[in-house]
C-alpha cells in the first residue's frame, strides 16, 4: 500500500534563542510544521511559546542584542529565514503574525487590509480593491464589512476585529501564519468563528498556534507540541498527545495535574 508523506513547509533545526539580556528562552528545538496542517503550542506561562513562534517571522530583530542559533528552513526553497542576508521585511509577508489582542491600525478598513500590499508597492486601484476584497472573504468578514470598507476599524466588534487582523495577514499571501493566543481575547462565539476560520485557511496555508486553552489545541490542531523551560518535551498527533502522551510530563500538563 502506497504511503502518503506530508510535506514539510518548515523546519526548525536545533533552533536556540538568547534574548539581550542573555536569558536563554529556547534550547536547541528541532520541529516541523507540516504544509496545510496546524500545529499547536502548548506549555505552562514562560515555557518559550511565543519566543518560538516569534522567531520564525524574524520578531526578535526588533530588539536589539537579541540572537538567534541554528536555523528555521523554508520549503521548498530552503530559506533559511534566520539567515543575516535575509530580509526581515520579506520574511513576514511570507509568514504573517496574527497576535493575541486585535491590534488594527487607526485607520479605514479597507486601508488595514491594503497595507501590506502598499508596502510591497502595489498602487493599482483595481488589483487592490480585489486583493481587499479576496482577504475579507478569506478572513469571514465581508459580508460583515463590505458596505463601510472607509469605516475606522475600531468601530467594528472585538471578533471583528481580530478577523480583520487576519484579513490583513492574509493580504500578502502568506504561506504560513502564526497566530499567538488568537482567541484569549474574544468571548466563546467570536472564538468559535476564530477557529473555524482557522481550519478553513488550512487548506490554503500552514498554521502555527499558540494556545492555553487545551480544548482549543485538541479541536483544531493536527500536530501538538508541547514546551517546557525552553525545551520541546514531546511533539505528535494532536490525538496521539491528548489520549495517549509518551512522556509523563505531557500527561501531567493535559491533564492538570502540572503543579
Ligand atoms: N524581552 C525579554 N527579555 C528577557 N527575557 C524574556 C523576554 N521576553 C520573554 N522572556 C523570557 O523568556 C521566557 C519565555 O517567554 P515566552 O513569553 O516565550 O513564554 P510563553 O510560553 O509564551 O509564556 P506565556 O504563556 O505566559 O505567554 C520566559 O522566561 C520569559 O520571562
Redesign the pocket.
Known amino acids: 500500500m502506497a504511503t502518503i508523506t506530508t510535506p514539510i513547509k518548515a523546519e526548525a533545526r536545533d533552533l536556540n534563542f538568547f534574548?539581550?539580556?542573555g536569558?536563554r528562552?529556547l534550547k536547541g528545538i528541532s520541529m516541523p510544521l507540516y504544509e496545510n496542517k496546524i500545529t499547536a503550542?502548548i506549555?505552562?506561562?514562560?515555557?518559550?511559546?511565543?519566543?518560538?513562534?516569534?522567531c520564525f517571522n524574524r520578531m526578535h530583530d526588533l530588539?536589539p542584542g537579541?540572537k538567534y542559533q541554528g536555523q528555521i528552513v523554508m520549503h521548498p526553497d530552503n530559506t533559511n529565514v534566520l539567515d543575516s542576508g535575509v530580509d526581515p521585511i520579506e520574511v513576514r509577508m511570507r509568514i504573517s503574525m496574527v497576535f493575541q489582542k486585535p491590534n488594527p491600525f487607526p485607520k479605514s478598513i479597507y486601508e488595514n487590509v491594503a497595507y501590506g500590499l502598499r508596502v510591497r508597492g502595489e498602487n493599482n486601484k483595481r488589483i487592490m480593491d480585489d486583493k481587499v476584497e479576496e482577504a475579507l472573504k478569506g478572513a469571514a468578514l465581508w459580508n460583515e464589512v463590505k458596505d463601510r470598507l472607509h469605516d475606522l476599524a475600531f468601530n467594528l466588534s472585538g471578533g471583528q476585529q481580530q478577523r480583520l487582523c487576519i484579513a490583513r495577514a492574509l493580504a500578502t499571501d502568506p504561506e504560513i501564519m502564526l497566530f499567538?493566543?488568537p482567541t484569549s481575547a474574544l468571548d466563546p462565539i467570536a472564538t468559535a468563528n476564530i477557529e473555524e476560520l482557522m481550519v478553513e485557511l488550512r487548506s490554503k496555508l500552514t498554521i502555527l498556534v499558540?494556545t492555553?486553552n487545551m480544548q482549543q489545541a485538541a479541536r483544531v490542531s493536527d500536530y501538538t507540541a508541547y514546551?517546557y523551560l525552553?525545551e520541546l518535551i514531546e511533539y505528535d498527533d494532536t490525538d496521539k498527545i491528548f489520549t495517549n502522551p509518551g512522556r509523563k510530563e505531557t500527561e501531567d500538563y493535559i491533564t492538570g495535574k502540572f503543579g
Request: proline content about 4%.
Open positions: 534574548y539581550s539580556n536569558a528562552a503550542l506549555g505552562p506561562s514562560g515555557c518559550g511559546k511565543s519566543t518560538f513562534l516569534r530588539y537579541n499567538d493566543e499558540v492555553h514546551m525552553g
